[in-house]
């Protein structure tokens, strides 16, 4: 049974500052589009964010639509908690999904020093995932 298509939209490689609102300062956003909801998983949501650059000890994050980073985020860290991101989701159409790096928990940005006009935006990456009947 297919389940409804939404996107995921996946941003890694950054960190989060929380000097003043919480935000996730540089990296990249990856998009996965067309993910089919009922074949999401923990486990599978792991291993698409493997592809761009999850390892162990990493964490899985995930904002409510439509609300700020201070107010929506929450862990993913169980198929319970897919299934409440995936709520969220299925209304809207699409995920935010933040990996928080291992590497970078002891590094904090000020989110507001260095930005500039003319400085280059996190870049996004569109991914075609296509799905097939097996698992």
């Not at 298509?5 to 950054?14: A, D, N, T």
Request: aromatic residues 10%; charged residues 30%.
């Amino acid at each position: 049974m297919e389940g409804d298509l939404i996107h995921i939209k996946m941003h890694h490689g950054g960190t989060f500052s929380m000097e003043g609102p919480l935000t996730y300062d540089g990296g990249e956003v990856s998009i996965f589009r067309d993910y089919d909801s009922e074949r999401t998983s923990y486990f599978r949501l792991v291993r698409m964010a493997k592809d761009v650059g999850f390892k162990d000890g990493d964490e899985l994050y995930y904002t409510v639509p439509g609300c700020s980073l201070d107010e929506g985020i929450d862990l993913i860290h169980d198929d319970n908690s897919v299934v409440k991101m995936l709520n969220f989701a299925k209304k809207h159409n699409f995920a935010d999904i933040y990996l928080k790096h291992k590497d970078h928990e002891n590094m904090s940005a000020d989110p507001r020093s260095g930005l500039r006009t003319n400085e280059k935006l996190p870049e996004e990456t569109w991914h075609v995932h296509q799905q097939t009947g097996k698992t």
